[in-house]
């Protein structure tokens, strides 16, 4: 008996079954922060920077001495000394002066404005020139103007991006809190299957799904081990699941094409804890299994290829996400399509595409072939979904591709 | 003197300038191949599959054994045999009869359609019946219907993402070749800054630059050498470029922001080769020389992290991409501006966001602060660029984000 789930239902039911995880964290230097979750909000406690800074080469000068001066009439300051790169800027500047200043330099106290080079010039005689009045404030950046302590500068959940990385130097934070990498298992089931390095024999084909679910899982970030090819054996495929969940933190058992196999998944997912679901309602796809053991995902991915692609992609990485707490928002672009695409399955149908610049923005070329094959995949740039209750879209049809 | 380009300038002057290596080449297991440049065409050798296989459960046949069957007049067919998953389906099948075969088995010789087990009942006396006519290639993936000898699985150029390496399994591509990583070297120069774990003294900052590049760069494939910082002394400058240039494919020095050291880097590029460009017309950017000594870059980038962010991204990764043969497609998504953005400066104006799923679509929050601030793009999704001859954007304009 299918239990079948649309789409919309297995993503909302994904965080009434498994919660997200509080165990998960761990400390990273920054050089490995990049592409990791971030587990706690990162605060400033610190000024950044710690002083005002000119961010101009020039003099530093309060502006109300240099108001109402032009290039018929500059303000004559004395040079009251130079700031130097990397030093405190020690004297205050007293009033009716100026000192010089490189950018990034700090400006003396009772400074409030730097007036750039090019609107100076240099006497000779120990005086400046100004031939364009400062305002307060302006080529300075004020002491804590990028960050002050306690202001947020990264939330949790966030995944480091590498500007990201460039935030947490400048505040300084060289140990940064993040998700502990979920560990995921993966199995593939079937007799027909051989590793990808044999010829395979008469009726043998390739394993396909254990490599590509591995670099999968690795792109987004998680660990995965590797249980290899079981054969249809549901003692051994049992004994296999179990080892899986007691090292790893979820399991992805792909295959089991065959009526017995299949039923034995999900027998033993039910034996191990509880099914959830059994049949999504896409295409391709619905032969999927998702079950728990506790709050360990257990999975039964379909045996083709693009089948267990998609199911992964779309259901799996957002409950391994959920798991982590991670933000996971997508964003889809705009695109036309080149040709008609029939769907009329009572499942919402993901087709693969080819998207291509042109003249009138992005094409997408639908990628057509039988059921199952990987080619249909390689190659694509991207995908997109046809609700279960539309049948089809013309060419010329406005659609929105999710990038691979 | 700066001799300034525009951002289309500089993007058409790196083809110029520079040649694709073509002795980049090495070959990687397949479990390393996710997220690397294959740098050669990939052909398959073999039919995938080898065989004719089912695509479901149920029996094959020849089909016009079962033309005009139905519910009330089935089709009665002897079972001659059964096909065992990862067996090869030894005897013909004979006229008139129908053997057992399982999803992804192989079909018997002389078997072009399988009837789903759905419409068939085991009549238990050895003969099934058929209440359904199979038309020929139905629920069938003929030998070399996914690859057939000679067929171009993957072009080079791609960046392998994990259903490509699925299609590489497929084919038993289990040594993959791909574009040796650059490796990068990354210099930040100024007397001013002190390593991310050191707390700044007066005058001081920390360095945010190499950080932030080392992960870009990371994160787009390349190796980085570290360089650490170097004081403003144009003779130790010259010689930590030097180093870096012998044991890298490419240098890039961030900072020199006081005017000696952007002279000191100008004058140090021309005399290891040619200084290409001095000026980019975008804000923020523009302080930045591109360089070569011979077919290796040689980048002066600002010194404000934000601004050495985006040139990094909008220029250099281009400019290693085109020198690995990269296929460097890039997408953007289509948002509504939330507030106007002015913008006057005859420079193209880099403005970072956030985006926000609205019942409208997207919506792009702009992040406005002082330049330099490093806070601008923690945080960030994404950023737009206003062109150089546009004043700026109304609330609500429909803009082209690209993502971080």
């Not at 008996?1 to 990273?28: G, H, I």
Request: hydrophobic content about 40%.
């Amino acid at each position: 008996m299918l239990t079948v789930k649309t789409p919309e239902e297995v993503l909302r039911l994904v965080p009434e079954a498994f919660s997200t995880r509080t165990d998960l964290t761990e400390t990273v230097p920054l050089n490995e922060a990049a592409g990791r979750l971030l587990s706690e909000d990162v605060c400033a406690a610190e000024y950044v920077p710690d002083f005002d800074r000119s961010t101009v080469d020039g003099y530093a000068v309060r502006a109300s001495d240099t108001f109402g001066c032009s290039d018929a009439i500059p303000a004559i300051l004395p040079l009251a000394g130079e700031v130097r790169m990397g030093e405190g800027a020690d004297a205050a500047l007293k009033p009716g002066t100026c000192v010089a200043v490189p950018t990034g330099g700090a400006l003396p106290r009772g400074a409030d404005s730097v007036i750039m080079l090019e609107y100076t010039e240099d006497y000779g005689d120990g005086t400046i020139g100004i031939f364009k009045p400062g305002a307060p404030g302006m080529h300075v950046i004020f002491r804590g103007d990028d960050v002050h302590p306690g202001k947020v500068i990264l939330q949790k959940g966030r995944t480091l991006l590498p500007q990201d990385v460039g935030a947490l130097a400048a505040v300084g934070c060289t140990a940064v809190p993040v998700a502990r990498t979920l560990r995921v298992g993966v199995i593939s089931t079937g007799d027909e299957l051989v590793p990808p390095d044999v010829t395979p024999g008469p009726g043998q084909v390739r394993d396909v799904n254990a490599p590509m679910l591995t670099a999968l899982l690795r792109n987004f970030g998680a660990d995965c081990a590797e249980y290899g090819i079981v054969r249809d054996d549901a003692a051994l495929l049992r004994e296999t699941m179990e080892r899986a969940a007691r090292e790893c933190d979820a399991v992805l058992v792909s295959g089991g094409s065959s009526v017995g196999v299949k039923d034995a998944v999900c027998g033993i997912i039910e034996s191990m804890g509880e099914v959830l679901l059994h049949g999504i309602a896409i295409k391709p796809g619905k032969p999927t299994i998702l079950g728990r053991a506790g709050n360990k995902p257990l999975v039964g991915l379909p045996g083709h290829p693009v089948a267990a692609y998609f199911v992964a992609r779309l259901f799996v990485l957002p409950l391994l996400g959920h798991l982590m707490g991670r933000d996971m928002r997508e964003y889809t672009v705009a695109a036309r399509l080149s040709e008609s695409v029939n769907a009329n399955h009572g499942r919402a149908q993901i087709t693969p595409c080819r998207l291509r610049h042109t003249a009138e923005g992005l094409l997408a070329e639908p990628i057509r072939s039988k059921s199952g094959l990987i080619t249909q995949l390689a190659g694509a740039d991207g995908f997109f979904i046809i609700p279960r209750d539309c049948e089809g879209l013309p060419a010329g049809a406005a659609i929105q591709v999710t990038l691979q």
